[in-house]
């Protein structure tokens, strides 16, 4: 509800809707005040899938409107291709990604695969820790964007925060006018003033435009905060900006994270802190671009570092925390990969306490996964060494156990 | 003295200056103040009936909108030789995104036209046959469902022809591709597979549906000018003979174009929300072979031995278009009159129905020979 | 923190009885949080939904695993699901049903918590009586604030108007009051036994 009267504030023209689980209620409400003359003028195009909402997206956003749409996972997915065509042709559209397991097994709950799979679409990619700072991100994704002529994707907790009542502030139209100016483009489709868009660039000139694209993300490190700096003095409360540190300053060991589980995260380092350990926590909150010297400049100092994140590169182990190494080059400190809440496994206050207890004592792999059944894994990696025959793993388990029905907490 | 009918058939088709006409029934290329939109300079093949069909159409559109027009284009031969950093062909505001996606970016232009107010401009969706039958189906489906205020034009060379000829959605039966090769005993392209989005077009009962030739260009520039004065979804499909990718000689483009017509293998129509409303009747019947013969991707039928099994289903796959759409000739038309015109075309085939040749005037002759050209 | 677990069946509106509960704490200038664990949503199936309310910003987002208070909506769920999984010793559980906890089968778990604060109310037939639906989600809220005291009445009232109108809301009001007093009366009648 939050992120759809914020995108409603910012006016956009034409928003585009394809369901999918978690992100319809968003469009479902924006579809509303449409109807309703509320958000006026506003095209409204109920497409027929989301590689058709993001390419209505284009067309809208070439013509020189402010555009807007919703995604998540599997339909992230769909629209990849014109994702890269969005960023290359440096159109600004903000979207929201509802994050989302992607399948196989389909998963509808909650982690970062989706947007991680497409870190390197060209989008400038920002995560909300709560819903307030979702609504935030949105009034300032759409300023970023058109000041950088960049898409924008603000990533916020599919159902962790997407389904979560929570206390928000919706600011005053006025407000938002204000903050975000009418959208003016350098170079639009009018037939007053004729242009090409979107050309065939050989190999004299690709690398340029690309190089470009980059450039530009570099220059998003500058932006960024700087828009968070005006936000707040025009709202009146902090959100936003490149990363956020919490009690990190005299901390031995840091935890990195992205996202809603920051905020468990912080009760947890608070009934530590309160025992006396040291440790403190670094949020990103821009993950593209990713703010190398920051993220290395928060974290330089302490003993260990504890990346937790919801994301998995199959065969390899960490994202964010590959991103966090690269920031690290040349320090010597301790670091450990978490992997956790893949699919919308809980990741409980319980849970965290453990794992921090372990990581302290520096008896963490480098590469963990919490919470993970290992008895389970174990039993299926057994079974396909010994019988050889390929097959669907999660099928597998479940015939293993016998599950029928759900499970609830 | 003999009686001799003479047909006057559209003189301005072939002979673009068409001076005989009322300046106002003249077509938009006989006119010096036309846009040409898609200008000079374009890297396309010598005889390309894309580049043909995109320019009759477009220039006709700019002239219906007063030049307020803005194109989304697919990716394909069209966009790829029309666009080559740093340079373009194009005279008005055009942009390409993707292979799938002219009917939904179309979509999303139109819908900021409109909220902006400015529904005085119109958008023209286009694509080659691989962009809108096969990987844009769906998108293009959903244009039409929607009803959304775009004119949707795929130009059908009948295989992905950028990509260097391979099978597409719209392909014909027995048609040679780099995919459909008529190795051992495959005819080439299998019968019984592709789609006819004309008529799925009309299924979606969308305001207006025509297919037109570059053989016919008044007919063709009609149609988009009839286009332009609805509004809703709109879809016109116009043949473009490919000559690289068929095996043709480039300067029988507009033949090939009017053989496909006049064989029956294209049915020329226009519709209006899922109903037929006019046809474009077959002069005079052409057996398919006339057409097939002056393309190699057909080469493997006329082989030794040839496959003649083959090349009568195509005749029937012609006569039941003919049976369905009603495009027989009318009854006095095409007969055995004395003297009866070839068409300037160089067509002098036999149809079936005809008693036997008539008197050729001299003229005649020589045009004939002329636009055959050396076999 | 005062952490309460709602568990129901998928259309029950468990959803939006931990919604409205977090909106009545709002309503006292308190901070609040309500989200569903989002398992199978079909009609009929066990669902669970969680409200966290304080007087501090509310961080933690994981499920409620150790509530304070437990509603349970529908009692055939008490067999199938562990309701009571996490709930402390102190901790206050009211179930709606016009039956007894020693005729729902529960009589041994006034051992493990404490009898005075596990309670019944018949919230489906006050709902049926007031709303003529058996809807007893909201109803169940005006018990639970005289269980538990953590909001009042008026609170979980002006929450109840302010998302619903008309007779619905007047119906839901009307329950949940009566639902209030019910177990006031219940909570009374313990003491003085």
């Known amino acids: ?409 | 003295m003999p009686y001799q009918k003479l047909k006057m058939y559209q003189t301005g088709t072939f002979v673009v200056g068409n001076r005989l006409l009322d300046p106002d029934e003249r077509s938009v290329q006989a006119r010096t103040e036309r846009s040409n939109t898609l200008t000079s300079g374009h890297r396309a093949c010598q005889g390309c009936g894309e580049a043909l069909g995109a320019r009759y159409a477009l220039d006709a559109a700019m002239r219906a909108t007063e030049g307020k027009l803005i194109a989304a284009n697919a990716t394909g031969c069209l966009e790829v030789f029309s666009t080559p950093f740093p340079e373009s062909s194009w005279q008005l505001p055009w942009i390409h995104s993707l292979f799938a996606n002219a009917a939904p970016v179309a979509t999303g232009v139109q819908a900021a036209l409109r909220a902006k107010g400015r529904t005085d401009v119109r958008v023209v969706g286009q694509g080659g046959d691989g962009g809108t039958v096969d990987i844009g189906f769906a998108c293009l489906s959903g244009m039409f469902e929607r009803n959304d205020d775009v004119l949707y034009i795929c130009y059908d060379n009948e295989a992905y022809m950028n990509t260097g000829v391979q099978r597409s959605g719209a392909t014909p039966p027995a048609v040679r591709t780099a995919n459909t090769k008529p190795i051992g005993d495959h005819p080439g392209n299998v019968f019984g597979q592709g789609k006819n989005v004309p008529l799925i077009a009309m299924a979606h009962e969308i305001p207006y549906v025509a297919t037109a030739t570059v053989a016919e260009l008044r007919d063709l520039e009609h149609k988009v000018e009839r286009a332009m004065e609805l509004r809703g979804a709109r879809y016109i499909h116009i043949f473009v003979p490919c000559p690289l990718g068929w095996g043709s000689a480039s300067r029988d483009t507009i033949r090939l174009a009017r053989l496909v017509k006049e064989t029956g293998l294209f049915p020329v129509f226009e519709a209006e929300h899922g109903e037929v409303t006019g046809v474009s009747k077959i002069r005079r019947r052409i057996p398919v072979e006339e057409y097939l013969k002056l393309q190699r991707r057909y080469a493997h039928l006329f082989g030794d031995p040839p496959r003649t099994d083959i090349v009568e289903r195509i005749q029937a796959d012609a006569d039941r278009n003919i049976r369905r759409f009603g495009l027989q000739p009318d009854e006095d038309e095409g007969r055995d009159l004395p003297g009866a015109a070839t068409d300037a075309a160089g067509l002098d085939a036999k149809p079936h129905d005809l008693a036997g040749p008539g008197e050729e005037s001299d003229l005649m002759r020589m045009l004939a020979e002329t636009h055959r050209g050396p076999q | ?193």
């Open chain 3, 1 to 193: 923190m005062f952490e309460v677990r709602i568990h129901g069946r998928g259309g029950q509106g468990a959803v939006t009885a931990a919604e409205l509960l977090s909106v009545a704490a709002f309503n006292e200038g308190r901070h609040a949080q309500a989200f569903p664990s989002f398992g199978s949503e079909r009609s009929g199936a066990p669902v669970v939904a969680f409200c966290r309310i304080d007087d501090r910003e509310i961080r933690v987002r994981d499920p409620v695993a150790e509530p304070d208070a437990l509603i349970i909506q529908d009692p055939t769920l008490l067999h199938q699901v562990n309701v009571f999984s996490g709930l402390s010793p102190e901790g206050c559980i009211l179930i709606n049903s016009g039956r007894s906890l020693d005729e729902l089968g529960l009589g041994d778990l006034t051992e493990r918590f404490r009898h005075e604060r596990m309670l019944t109310v018949p919230a489906t037939d006050l709902a049926r009586e007031h709303l003529g639906r058996p809807v007893p989600n909201l109803v169940l809220l005006g018990g639970f604030a005289a269980l538990s005291g953590v909001v009042s009445l008026d609170s979980v009232a002006a929450a109840i108007r302010g998302k619903y109108s008309g007779k619905v809301a007047e119906g839901n009001v009307a329950a949940a009051t009566e639902a209030f007093g019910f177990v006031r009366g219940e909570i009374e009648e313990v003491a003085r036994a």
């Open chain 1, 1 to 409: 509800m939050g992120v759809a009267e914020a995108v409603a504030l910012c006016r956009p023209e034409v928003v585009c809707a394809y369901p999918i689980t978690p992100q319809t209620h968003i469009v479902e409400h924006l579809s509303d005040m449409v109807r309703a003359g509320d958000l006026d003028p506003c095209e409204y195009v109920t497409v027929e899938s989301e590689f058709s909402a993001m390419s209505v997206c284009i067309g809208a956003s070439a013509a020189g409107a402010r555009a807007y749409t919703a995604t998540a996972s599997q339909g992230l997915l769909y629209m990849a291709e014109a994702l890269f065509n969005a960023s290359g042709l440096g159109l600004p559209i903000v979207m929201t990604c509802a994050n989302r397991a992607v399948g196989a097994p389909i998963n509808i709950w909650n982690d970062h695969s989706d947007a991680m799979s497409q870190r390197d679409s060209g989008w400038i990619q920002l995560y909300a820790e709560t819903n307030q700072e979702a609504l935030d991100l949105h009034i300032q994704a759409f300023r970023i964007a058109e000041e950088l002529s960049l898409p924008v994707m603000v990533c916020m907790d599919g159902f962790i925060l997407t389904h979560a009542f929570e206390r928000i502030d919706v600011p005053a139209q006025e407000q938002v006018d204000s903050f975000l100016p009418p959208f003016k483009p350098r170079q639009i489709l009018d037939p007053d003033d004729p242009v090409t868009i979107g050309a065939v660039v050989g190999p004299e000139a690709f690398f340029e435009v690309k190089y470009l694209a980059h450039a530009k993300q570099i220059d998003a490190l500058d932006l960024i905060p700087e828009i968070a700096s005006e936000f707040s003095t025009t709202f009146g409360r902090e959100s936003g900006g490149l990363i956020r540190s919490y009690r990190a300053d005299d901390a031995e060991t840091i935890v990195v994270a992205l996202g809603s589980v920051l905020g468990t995260i912080e009760d947890v380092v608070d009934e530590l802190r309160e025992q006396g350990v040291k440790i403190g926590v670094v949020a990103i909150k821009s993950f593209r671009p990713f703010p190398l010297e920051e993220v290395r400049e928060a974290l330089c100092d302490a003993e260990r570092v504890v990346v937790l994140e919801k994301a998995l590169a199959v065969g390899i182990g960490g994202i964010v925390s590959a991103n966090v190494r690269m920031a690290l080059s040349g320090i010597h400190l301790h670091g450990y990969t978490v992997i956790a809440g893949l699919g919308g496994r809980p990741i409980t206050k319980k849970s965290l306490h453990r794992l921090f207890a372990d990581a302290i004592e520096d008896e963490l792999e480098p590469l963990s996964f919490l919470d993970l059944d290992r008895e389970r894994v174990d039993r299926e990696l057994r079974r396909m060494r010994d019988e050889h025959r390929p097959g669907p793993h999660a099928e597998n388990i479940v015939r293993d156990m016998g599950i029928v029905g759900s499970r609830s907490h």
